[in-house]
C-alpha cells in the first residue's frame, strides 16, 4: 500500500461542484488501495477577496494579522472537502497547519518551514482517514502557536514537505493544466506537455507554463527525493514527472533551511574570449554564435553587459581546446560589426585570456535566499580573488578568476558554505546521465516581473561586488541574473567596470534606494534602473552537447528585429534581457524555432 500526498489549488476546489470532484478523486485513489493526504488552497480567489478587505481597512495592515485573516482560507476548503469525503462514506479529518504540526520559522507572510511533527497525522491515516490538510500555513512552535503563512506558492511548499516529512511514495500536484507545458498555454497556445522534466531543469523554468509548479516546492522534492508528478484536477491525463537526482542524506529538522549550496565546482580548463565595443543592433549575438557553432566549438558562459552609448561587450568561455578556433571567428567577424550611426564607426575589439579558471557554486537552496551570492563575492574579495566576470541562474552562481587564484578560491568557498569537497565542473548537474535522443531545449520561459538595475563606474578591486548585494541581502531583496561589464574605464586614474542585475520589479525602488548612497560612499557613478524589460529564457539539460543552441536563440530575435539587452547563461540555460513590449512576441518565436508545439492545444479552465 503507498501512500500518496495530494495537492489541489484554489481553482479545484473552486465550487462545491469542484469540491465534489475533487472528494471524488481521493475515494479512487483510496479504493485502489492507497493512504492519502490531501493539502488545499483556499477556495478560487478567496485569498485576494481577503487581502481586499485588509486593504480597505488599513494602507499598511501589519504582517501578523495578514497571517491571521489569510489562513482563515485555506480552513474553508479543508472542512468542506472532509464534509464530501464523509457523505462518500470516506472517513476523512481536516486539520489546519498548525494541527498538523507545521512549525515555521518566525517570518510572518514568508516562513520557511522548520519541521513537521508527524505524529498526529501519522495516527489519522493507521486509522484509515484521509487527512485534508490546510496548506500555505504553520505556526512559529506548538507552545506559542503564533500563526505564520508560507508566501506565495505556500499550498505546494506545504505538499512536498509533508511528502518529504511522511516519506511518502509520491506526491501530486493538481493544477489547471495537464502538467508542465513547454511554454505558458495563455501566450503560446501549441505549447506542448512534457511527460518528464528534471527538478534543476524546472528550477530554472520557475515561471514556466500556467505557474503551476512553485520552486520552492521543487527545491524540496530535489532535497529529499520526493517523487513529483503534476497532473490536472480536470482530466485523467497521465501529467508530467519531475525526477530528482539521488539526494544526499539530509535531516528533516530545518527542512527548509539545509545548507543552501550543495558543492563548489572548478573548471580550469576554460578560456574567455571577449568582443568590446559590438553595435547595441539586433543580429550581431547571433551572427558570432552561429559561426562559433559552425566550427563545432561548445561555448560554456555567455555575457553580454549593459550598452554604453550604442555599443555593449560580448564575452564568452569556451575550454583551451577550443580556443583558437573561437578566437578566429571572433578575429574575422570583428571588422564587420561597425556601427552604422556612427561618421567615424570603430572598429570592435577582441580581447582573450587563456589564463582564467571557473568556480561555482551551486544548490536548490539557493532560490529566494538573497544573501547566498552576497556571501560568494564577500568570501572571495576576503581571499584575495578579484571577479573578471558573473553568472547567474536559479541554482549556481558562477565566477570567472585567475588560474592561478582557483586553488585559494576553492579553498575559501568551502569553508565558506560548508562543503567538505569540490568536484571539477562535469558540464550537467542533472545528477544522471543525459539520453541520447534528449532534446537540447525542454521549455521556454518568460518573466515580465522584473526591472533591470545598473551601477555604473564601480571601482575594480575584490569586494566591490560583495558590498552591493550585501546591503541588498539585508533588505532581502532577491537578486536574479547579475553581469559584470569587461570593459575597463579609468575614472579619476582608478579603473572601473559597471555591473548590472535584475530584480522583481516591486523591489527595484528599494534596490536603487538602499543602492545610491553606497554607491556614493565608494566612488562610484550612477544607478539606472530599468523596468521597462522582460527576460526569455530556454532552458534543456542536452544543451550542452548542442553548438549553435544559443545562436538560433539569438537570430530568431534579430529577425524579429527584436535587440538583446542583456544575455546570461548557466549550463542548462540562456536568457535574454528584452525590451518588455518585445517578451511576448521573443516567446513566440523562440517556442517555435525550437519546434516545441505540439499538435493539441490546451485550454487553461477560467
Known sequence: ?????????????????????????????????????????????????????????????????????????????????????????????????????????????????????????????QEGKVVVVAGFQGITSTKELEITTLGRGGSDTSAVALAAALRADRCEIYTDVPGILTADPRLVPDAQLMTEITCNEMLELASLGAKVLHPRAVEIARNYGVPLVVLSSWTDDPGTLVSSP????????????VHPVDGVEFDTNQAKVALLRVPDRPGVAGQLFEEIGRQQVDVDLIIQSIHELNTNDIAFTVSQESVNQAEAVAAAIAPTLRNRLDSAPEEAEVMVDRTIAKVSISGAGMIGRPGVAAKMFATLAEAGVNMQMISTSEVKVSCVVDAQQCDRAIDALCQAFEVSSSSLQSGSSQGKAIAPNTPPVRGVALDLNQARVAIRHIPDRPGMAAKFFGVLATENISVDTIIQSQRCHIVNGVPTRDIAFTVARNDAKDARRVLVPLAAELGCGEIVVDEEIAKVSIVGSAMINHPGIAAKMFNALARERINIQMIATSEIKVSCVVDRESGVKALQVIHAIFNLAGSQKIEVPV
Open 1 to 125: 500500500m503507498a501512500l500518496i500526498v495530494q495537492k489541489y489549488g484554489g481553482s479545484s476546489v473552486g465550487s462545491v461542484e469542484r469540491i465534489n470532484a475533487v472528494a471524488g478523486r481521493v475515494l479512487k485513489t483510496v479504493q485502489g488501495g492507497n493512504s492519502v493526504v490531501v493539502v488545499l488552497s483556499a477556495m478560487g480567489k478567496t485569498t485576494d477577496g481577503l487581502v481586499k478587505l485588509a486593504n480597505e481597512i488599513s494602507s499598511n495592515p501589519s504582517r501578523r494579522e495578514m497571517d491571521m485573516l489569510l489562513s482563515t482560507g485555506e480552513q474553508v476548503s479543508i472542512a468542506l472537502l472532509s464534509m464530501a469525503l464523509q457523505e462518500l462514506g470516506q472517513p476523512a479529518i481536516s486539520l489546519t497547519g498548525a494541527q498538523v504540526g507545521i512549525v515555521t520559522e518566525a517570518a510572518h507572510t514568508r516562513a520557511r518551514i522548520l519541521r513537521i511533527e508527524t505524529q498526529r497525522i501519522e495516527q489519522q491515516i
Open 246 to 257: 539521488t539526494p544526499m542524506a539530509r535531516p528533516l529538522e530545518g527542512l527548509e533551511l
